[in-house]
C-alpha cells in the first residue's frame, strides 16, 4: 500500500495550505498568475536569495509537505520535464553576450537536478536523492520510483512534479504554431508513505506508463481490467488535456481537464493527483484516475484511493 | 579613484540579491563571508570576483586571494582603490 | 536475485569503440587536446568524440543528422551495446539515460542566432529537452516498454545503471539498456569556466597542485539482465552489477562537504548492498575531477571507509576529460574491461599527493592483477554521490 500523508502544490489556483481547494475550483482566467506564498516564512532568506521562481516554489511546496507529517523522508525525487528555464535562459544570454567574466550563479541554478538538490540541502537530508526528466511522463516515472522504494523498505518518501513557465515559451509556441494551450509554471510534492497514519489522506493504488500508446482506448480499458475495475466505479477522470476521442470521453461518470484548471506545463498530471486526493479528502469520491495524455504517443494512468 | 562605499554596497545587494538587505543594513567593517557575517559564501566569492571586474576593471585573478580582499566593505574598497 | 551485464557500448575521445578504446586506456593515450572555440574567443583543453554528426549520423544509419549530437553519439554506444539484440514480446526490455543538458548543443546555436536577431530555426529547439536526447534511440532500437531519462548531473548514468538493476530486481523489467550521453557544448564549457574551476592546463586528478577539470563529450551503455532473460537471449556474461547506493551530501550547491559525507554514505552503503566486506574491494575507479574539492573530498571519503587500507584507485578522466552525465557509465564500462583483463589503468599525470590526506593513486598501466570487485563512483552537482559494485563472473 502507498498512503499519500502529505500533498501542497503551488500553482495559479489557490491550492497551497487550503485543504478543500477543489470544491471551489474555477478556471483560470486569461491573466492568472502563480498564487505564491510569503516564501521567507518557509525558507532561510539568506538561502531564498539566490533560489529561482522555480526553485522556491518546490522547497516550499516540499516545506509544507514534510510540516505535515512531521519526520524525515528517507528519499527525494523529482520529476521535471524542462527544467529550470529562467536560470538555463539566464545562463545562455550571460555567456553568450558577456565579454569578460561571467556571473556563475546561473548556471548552478539551471541544472535540472537542483530541485532535488536544494530540497535536500533545506532538510539536511542525506537519503536517496534523483531527478527524472522524461518530458510528459516525469511525475509518473517519479511517483514509480517512490513506490518501489517503500517495496525495499523506505517508510517515507517525499515526490515531486515541477515545472516553470518562462515568456520565451509563447514565442516558441507562436512559431510552431501550439498557440491554443496556455502555458504555466506550478509544483505539487507528497509524502508517500508505507504507514498509514491520522495524516493519511488516500492511496495509490496503482501507476502506469505506456511509451508508445497507439490506442489510448485500449490501454485505459487494459488498466481498469489488472486493477479490477469497471468505468462506472471511477467517479472522476482527471485528464491532463482534452481528450478527443468523444466515446471514449463520455464513458467517464464525470471528466475534468487539468488543464482549464492548472494550465498546461509537462507534469501537470501532479497537478491532477493532488486534486484527486483534495476531491477524496472532501469526501465528495472515492476512486479518481489521473489519465496523462499530454503527449500524442505516451499515456500515464494513476489510481488514486480513498482509504 | 576613490570607491563611493554605499554604491559598492548598493551593487552588492544587487548582484548578489540579497534581497532582504539596503545599504544602510551592511556595516562598512561588518563581516561578508560566514554565518557570523552577511552569510555569504563561496558562490558569492565568485559573484564578487565578476563585480570587481564588471564595475572597476579590477581583475582578481586569484581567487585564493578573496578571502583578504572580500572580508569587508573596506577591504574591498581599499583593494579596488589600490589596483585601479 | 542477480544483475548481469551483457553488452558495452562506447564512445569518447579515446576511441569510437570498446575495442579502440581499450587499446587507449593500454598505452596511456589521452583524448584531451588543446581546442579553439571561436565564439568563446579562446581555447580549452578538451576532449571530443573525433567523429563529426554527419560521420556519426552515417554509421548509425541515422537519416537525420540534425539532430541533438547527444542523441548522436547515445546512439552510436548504443547500438554497439545492443549488439545483435532482438526486441521478443517475453522479454521485457528498456532503456534508461543520463544526461546534464540534454540538446544544449542546438539550443545554443539557436540562441546565440536569436539574441543577435538573425534568422533562426524553433525546430532546433525540440531537441533541447532532455528526454527527447534517448527518444531518439529508443526509437531506432523499437525500445517501447520502459523509457527515462534521469539527470542529477555527474551521477546521472552512475543512477541510470542502479535504477536498471532495481527495475530488474522489482521484476518490472528483464532487460535494459543503462548509461549517459552528453555532448560538449559552450554552454558547460562556460559554466566550468565562470565557476573557476576549468584547468587551463591538462587535469591532474589526485594532485597536490591540481587546479580544475577538463570536459570531455562521449557516451556509454550497458545492457543489464536477470538469469532468465540470459536463458532467452543467451547472451554471454561480461560482469555483475553486485552494489549500488545513492545519497545526498547536503552540504553546499557545488561545494562538497569537508567530512564527505555524501560520499562515505554511498561507499559504505554500496559495499553494504553487495554483501560484502571493506577487504573485498580490490580497485576503485575515482570520480578525481581534478578540482581541489572534489579530490579532497573523494580521498577523505576513502579515509573514512577503508582507514589505512585504501585499495589501489585511480581517476580515468585524464583519459576522456570529465564526460559529465555519461562518465558514471563510460568509467563503469572501464571497470568491465579492468575485470576481464586483469588490468588497472592509471591516474594520468599525477605527480605529487595531496598533503592533507597523503594517498597515490596507480600511476602506471598495471597487469595481471587479481580483480574480482571494483567499486566506481560518481559525485554530482547538488551533492548527488552514487557508488557501484562492478565484481568479476567466473
Request: glycine residues 8%; hydrophobic residues 35%.
Amino acid at each position: 500500500m502507498y498512503y499519500i500523508n502529505a500533498i501542497s502544490s503551488i500553482s495559479h489556483q489557490p491550492t497551497f495550505n487550503n485543504d478543500g481547494f477543489s470544491k471551489h475550483i474555477e478556471p483560470l482566467g486569461e491573466n492568472s498568475e502563480i498564487i505564491k506564498p510569503i516564501y521567507k516564512e518557509y525558507i532561510n532568506p539568506k538561502v531564498l536569495r539566490r533560489m529561482g521562481n522555480l526553485i522556491r516554489m518546490s522547497v516550499a511546496s516540499s516545506s509544507e509537505c514534510i510540516t505535515k507529517v512531521d519526520a524525515d523522508v528517507d528519499a527525494i525525487i523529482v520529476g521535471t520535464g524542462l527544467g529550470c528555464l529562467t536560470d538555463t535562459v539566464k545562463f545562455l544570454t550571460n555567456f553568450i553576450q558577456i565579454e569578460g567574466l561571467i556571473p556563475p550563479t546561473s548556471f548552478i541554478q539551471s541544472t535540472h537536478n537542483t530541485i532535488a538538490g536544494q530540497i535536500s540541502l533545506n532538510f539536511k537530508n542525506n537519503g536517496y536523492n534523483t531527478t527524472y526528466t522524461q518530458n510528459t511522463l516525469s511525475f509518473e516515472l517519479a511517483i514509480e520510483d517512490a513506490m518501489m522504494c517503500l517495496d525495499e523498505g523506505m517508510d517515507n518518501v517525499l515526490v515531486g512534479g515541477a515545472d516553470e513557465f518562462i515568456p520565451f515559451l509563447d514565442e516558441f509556441k507562436k512559431q510552431l504554431d501550439f498557440n491554443n494551450l496556455k502555458l504555466t509554471s506550478a509544483v505539487t510534492f507528497l509524502v508517500l508513505s508505507k504507514h498509514k497514519t491520522t495524516q493519511t489522506i488516500a492511496k495509490i493504488s496503482d501507476c502506469q506508463m505506456i511509451f508508445n500508446a497507439n490506442d489510448k482506448t485500449d490501454d485505459f480499458g487494459s488498466f481498469l481490467l489488472k486493477n479490477n475495475l469497471e468505468i462506472d466505479e471511477i467517479d472522476t477522470v482527471n485528464y491532463s488535456t482534452p481528450i478527443l476521442n468523444r466515446k471514449l470521453n463520455q464513458s467517464f461518470k464525470k471528466g475534468v481537464d487539468i488543464s482549464s484548471l492548472a494550465g498546461v506545463y509537462p507534469t501537470n498530471s501532479a497537478f491532477g493527483l493532488h486534486l484527486a486526493v483534495d476531491e477524496i479528502q472532501t469526501g465528495k469520491s472515492k476512486k479518481i484516475i489521473i489519465y496523462n495524455n499530454l503527449s500524442q504517443s505516451k499515456l500515464g494512468l494513476t489510481l488514486i484511493e480513498n482509504i | 579613484m576613490l570607491v563611493n562605499r554605499e554604491e559598492l554596497k548598493k551593487q552588492i545587494i544587487e548582484e548578489l540579491n540579497l534581497e532582504e538587505l539596503t545599504a544602510t543594513d551592511i556595516a562598512d567593517d561588518a563581516l561578508l563571508f560566514g554565518d557570523d557575517g552577511i552569510g555569504l559564501d563561496s558562490i558569492d566569492a565568485l559573484e564578487l570576483i565578476v563585480l570587481l571586474e564588471k564595475f572597476y576593471g579590477v581583475e582578481l585573478t586569484n581567487p585564493e586571494e578573496g578571502k583578504e580582499v572580500f572580508e569587508s566593505i573596506s577591504t574591498m574598497a581599499n583593494y579596488i582603490e589600490k589596483n585601479s | 536475485m542477480k544483475i548481469y551485464i551483457t553488452g558495452t557500448g562506447i564512445v569518447s575521445g579515446i576511441g569510437n569503440s570498446i575495442n579502440e578504446t581499450y587499446n587507449a586506456l593500454l598505452t596511456e593515450k589521452t583524448g584531451l587536446t588543446q581546442k579553439e572555440y571561436p565564439n568563446l574567443n579562446r581555447s580549452f583543453y578538451t576532449a571530443s568524440v573525433s567523429l563529426s554528426n554527419s560521420q556519426l549520423a552515417k554509421s548509425c544509419n541515422c537519416k537525420n543528422e540534425k539532430i541533438s549530437r547527444s542523441s548522436l553519439l547515445g546512439l552510436k554506444a548504443a547500438i554497439e551495446c545492443w549488439g545483435e539484440n532482438q526486441i521478443h514480446p517475453n522479454i521485457k526490455t528498456g532503456i534508461i539515460s543520463g544526461t546534464s543538458v540534454g540538446g544544449m548543443d542546438r539550443s545554443e546555436i539557436f540562441y546565440r542566432s536569436h539574441l543577435a536577431n538573425e534568422p533562426a530555426n524553433f525546430n532546433d529547439l525540440m531537441f533541447h529537452d532532455s528526454g527527447s536526447v534517448i527518444e531518439k534511440v529508443a526509437d531506432h532500437l523499437n525500445i517501447t516498454d520502459y523509457i527515462n531519462t534521469i539527470s542529477t548531473a555527474c551521477s546521472s548514468s552512475s543512477n541510470a545503471i542502479m535504477h536498471g538493476a532495481r527495475l530488474i530486481k522489482a521484476g518490472k523489467l528483464d532487460r535494459v539498456l543503462v548509461g549517459g550521453v552528453d555532448a560538449l557544448s559552450e554552454f558547460t564549457i562556460s559554466g566550468f569556466k565562470s565557476l573557476m574551476i576549468y584547468n587551463d592546463e591538462l587535469i591532474t586528478p589526485f594532485d597536490k597542485d591540481r587546479n580544475g577539470l577538463n570536459l570531455g563529450e562521449g557516451a556509454g551503455f550497458l545492457l543489464l539482465e536477470s538469469e532468465a532473460s540470459i536463458a532467452k537471449t543467451g547472451n554471454k556474461i561480461l560482469a555483475e552489477v553486485s552494489g549500488y547506493h545513492n545519497s545526498s551530501d547536503a552540504h553546499h550547491q557545488t561545494a562538497t562537504s569537508p567530512t564527505a559525507i555524501g560520499a562515505t554514505l554511498a561507499l559504505n552503503g554500496a559495499i553494504k548492498n553487495a554483501n560484502l566486506k571493506i577487504e573485498d574491494i580490490d580497485y576503485i575507479n575515482s570520480h578525481g575531477t581534478g578540482t581541489g574539492n572534489n579530490d579532497l573530498t573523494e580521498s577523505v571519503a576513502y579515509t573514512n571507509v577503508f582507514k589505512e587500507n585504501i585499495p589501489p584507485f585511480s581517476s580515468t578522466k585524464a583519459y576522456t576529460g570529465h564526460t559529465l552525465a555519461a562518465s558514471g557509465a563510460i568509467e563503469a564500462i572501464f571497470c568491465i574491461l579492468s575485470l576481464n583483463n586483469n588490468v588497472i589503468f592509471p591516474n594520468l599525470n599525477h605527480k605529487n599527493s595531496i598533503p592533507e590526506t597523503n594517498l597515490t593513486p596507480v600511476t602506471t598501466v598495471t597487469k595481471d592483477v587479481n580483480l574480482t570487485h571494483i567499486l566506481t563512483n560518481a559525485l554530482g552537482f547538488g551533492g548527488n554521490c552514487t557508488a557501484l559494485i562492478i565484481s568479476k563472473v567466473k
